[in-house]
């Protein structure tokens, strides 16, 4: 368990070095040091092999580019307190995205990496995948799912509005408002709002950590 500041990492490189590989295939540990900017500066081959990706196209790019859309507002709050020295390390349940857009799910790490000044220099991730056999059916692609009046209409039944106060707002009729609230109960197979709400945030439609209540821009059509 991390406690307290950590040392700088050691430089880990893309390509094997002697008796890591048996390491990484053994834990499925994905490992990867971001500088100050969260952009990938090295990660062990397993971090590659998990995402499908070669060194040249990962290195450079922000992590959170690789992070579910739903998740990325509270990761990246998480990463700017390691980097603001208010945290030391987090961890959180994480949806990221391969190369083919595959969501791969697993538990993520922050580690805050100090270079001798008081505010992180980098952060290490640690990224341990789930079973092969996790359900990920459920989570939704990054594709047009919803117009533009459906991701209102949700964003406020998240929020907790009524039919009433949704055609007000959105100039609808009562009708019209229940009209789009029955296509979304089965556009996401639910029974009520209740669970549409659920099945939206479970799914990666709604963004996680913010309010009001946002869908994703990427779903909207």
Not at 59 to 79: E, K, T, V, W, Y
Not at 86 to 95: G, L, N, Y
């Amino acid at each position: 368990m991390f406690t307290g500041s950590v040392t700088p990492p050691p430089r880990i490189a893309a390509a094997p070095v002697a008796g890591e590989t048996a390491l990484d295939s053994e834990t499925g540990l994905c490992m990867a040091h971001l500088d100050r900017t969260l952009a990938i500066q090295h990660a062990n081959p397993e971090f590659f092999r998990r995402f499908g990706e070669t060194s040249a196209s990962l290195c450079g790019r922000r992590f959170a580019d690789l992070i579910h859309p739903s998740l990325q507002a509270p990761i990246l709050r998480n990463f700017s307190h390691l980097l603001e020295g208010k945290h030391h390390r987090f961890a959180s349940r994480v949806i990221a995205l391969r190369g083919d857009d595959e969501p791969l799910t697993g538990t993520l790490t922050g580690v805050a990496v100090q270079g001798g000044a008081p505010d992180a220099t980098g952060v290490l991730v640690l990224m341990r995948p789930h079973a092969e056999d996790v359900d990920e059916s459920a989570i939704v692609r990054r594709k047009p799912l919803l117009s533009k009046i459906d991701a209102k209409i949700l964003e406020g039944i998240a929020a907790g509005l009524s039919t009433i106060p949704l055609a007000s707002r959105l100039f609808l009729s009562r009708q019209g408002v229940e009209y789009h609230v029955s296509g979304l109960l089965r556009k996401l197979k639910v029974p009520n709002r209740a669970a549409l709400v659920s099945r939206a945030y479970s799914m990666g439609v709604l963004i996680v950590g913010v309010w009001p209540p946002k869908v994703v821009e990427d779903f909207v059509k």
